[in-house]
């Protein structure tokens, strides 16, 4: 893997908190949206979070417990995998 190639959902799940806080580089930005333009597991994953932060009004790391990152890295995975 070259690093021109897009992120992997591992990447995309630790950049997710600062993609939604528009917090971002551009350049990660774009990375990002790149991504999610193809995957529908960080698609999901990013419609989780801006429900969590819509909900709560604000974004913590506490709220992505790492047990639940795992889990849904899992799913990717097995959906990458159909
Ligand atoms: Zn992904």
Known sequence: ??????L???EVVELVTDYLE???E???R???EEHLA???GCTRY????RETIRLTGRLTEE???EEQKQALLEAFRSWAAR
């Open 1 to 6: 893997m070259s690093s021109r190639q897009g």
């Open 8 to 10: 992997t959902c591992h």
């Open 22 to 24: 528009g917090t971002l």
């Open 26 to 28: 551009d350049e990660d």
């Open 30 to 32: 774009r990375r990002v």
């Open 38 to 40: 193809i995957c529908d």
């Open 46 to 49: 990013l419609e989780q979070m």
């Open 63 to 65: 709220q992505i417990p």
